[in-house]
């Protein structure tokens, strides 16, 4: 059973009583309605009196309240797909978790899965909420007593960004400084922030390092550096402990299978290759239309680096294990591998099994050529290396997810209804 979080006014009717004209009043029927109305006046009394000797009796929410030992971290996003399997990964570790998503983009398939892993009292919270609404944040911070926040949540494509910049930039940037005003508001002194190397725009050289400098070419990644700039500003007189991951373009999904990816389809043209492949793998879209064939590498398509989803969430909580007060710590999370478009169809093909027909097309607005990291930071300062580098294994991993559930969280291939 999903356990919403929802503020509700209810209105109160008043009901008036016709008598029909009658201008008398019965002093037998008056005498009744006292005593009924006393009578209910005591019986309430009664149960008020024992509700308070009650021990359970106006007992806080342990959400609402800090718990020795347990940390208790606020995931934005966390029922879109990487939040989710952030989510899935803190509360394997035993954290205390309140997931905030608006379902825009997320699936509230996936936040039913997690309260079915996860059922016990204290551990998961869902609130539905937008975060471009400050006073309905400012509410759950105030009724909450978060210990850290994971801010996944945004608007991710970049084709989409360059149709609709100023969605953008009110949903990352300025829903990013929505959230860190609560935090500052509420004492909560820990941020881990989820980047993009989108920031970096088209590097001269390769691979990126954090040092790299920062020039977005499109307004994903420019609304991504905006908000890592107001992040940064504040830092400066804060003794808040701040997080920034950068990382690349994510694949794969849960390995057991319970988790996985599944975007709106309304969504499918923007979305991520590995997504347009299982379409395609799977028959609802005819082949898949690779964007750009002139780009200077050696096959002529884009080079990406593609980090693993269980990869990307144990940087985070790594990232969330070191994080301290006044220090900022920026990563790149990615495998150090760059691999081209085409490389990565060919994983597909293999994962699936499908010989998918493929178009070419020119290229798409605002991409970039070759991008891929130098993670050596990350591997020195938390320790973390990415292990799922194989892009058939992440892929086929995946591919059995799709294929179990072929319309998303609605429906599997076990169940005979959907929503």
């Keep these: 059973m999903l356990n919403f979080v929802r503020s509700r006014n209810q209105g109160r009717h008043n009901r008036s009583m016709s008598l029909g ?16 109305f006393l009578l209910a006046a005591s019986l309430t009394s009664l149960c008020i009196f024992m509700l308070k000797q009650s021990p359970t009796f106006n007992t806080p929410s342990v959400f609402s309240r800090h718990e020795p030992g347990v940390t208790h971290v606020l995931v934005t996003g966390g029922a879109g797909y990487i939040g989710s399997h952030a989510a899935l ?33 204290g551990r998961l919270q869902f609130i539905y909420a937008d975060l471009g609404d400050s006073r309905a944040v400012n509410k759950m911070f105030s009724e909450n007593a978060f210990d850290a926040v994971m801010h996944f949540a945004a608007v991710a494509y ?22 860190l005003e609560s935090m500052a508001a509420h004492g909560v002194k820990t941020l ?74 309304e969504l499918r043209e923007h979305g991520r290759i590995s997504g347009a ?97 130098d993670p050596s930071k990350i591997r020195q300062e938390l320790n973390w290396t990415a292990r799922f580098t194989d892009l058939q294994q992440s892929l086929g991993i995946a591919w059995r997810w799709q294929k179990l559930y072929r319309h998303g969280y609605g429906t599997s291939s076990s169940s005979s209804s959907s929503y």
Excluded: W
């Design 192 to 265: 881990i922030y989820s980047s993009t190397c989108a920031t970096y725009g088209e590097p001269e050289k390769m691979p990126i390092t954090e040092d790299t400098l920062q020039v977005p070419i499109n307004p994903y990644g420019k609304a991504k550096k905006m908000a890592e700039d107001i992040i940064l500003d504040f830092s400066k007189n804060s003794d808040m402990a701040v997080m920034i991951l950068r990382y690349f373009n994510v694949i794969g999904s849960d390995p057991e299978g319970r988790l996985g990816e599944a975007p709106r389809p």
């Design 158 to 179: 970049v084709g989409e960004s360059t149709q609709d910049p100023l969605k953008y930039y009110h949903n990352i940037t300025s829903n990013t400084l929505v959230v």
């Design 277 to 373: 492949c299982f379409d395609a793998a799977r028959g609802i879209i005819p082949g898949l239309q690779i964007k750009g064939t002139d780009y200077k590498t050696g096959d002529g398509t884009c080079i990406r680096d593609y980090i693993d989803v269980t990869d990307l969430v144990d940087a985070h909580v790594k990232a969330l294990e070191k994080a301290k007060p006044r220090k900022v710590g920026i990563y790149n999370v990615g495998t150090g591998q760059g691999k081209s478009v085409k490389e990565f169809v060919e994983a597909c093909k293999k994962a699936t099994g499908v010989d998918i027909k493929v178009e070419y097309f020119p290229r798409r607005p605002g991409d970039y050529a070759e991008v891929y990291s």
């Design 89 to 121: 990964r803190l509360l394997k570790d035993s954290y205390r978790v309140t997931i905030v998503d608006n379902l825009s983009r997320g699936n509230i398939g996936a936040i039913k899965v997690l309260q079915e892993l996860f059922p016990e009292p």
């Design 21 to 36: 004209g009658l201008d008398y009043a019965d002093p037998k029927r008056k005498n009744n309605y006292l005593g009924k």
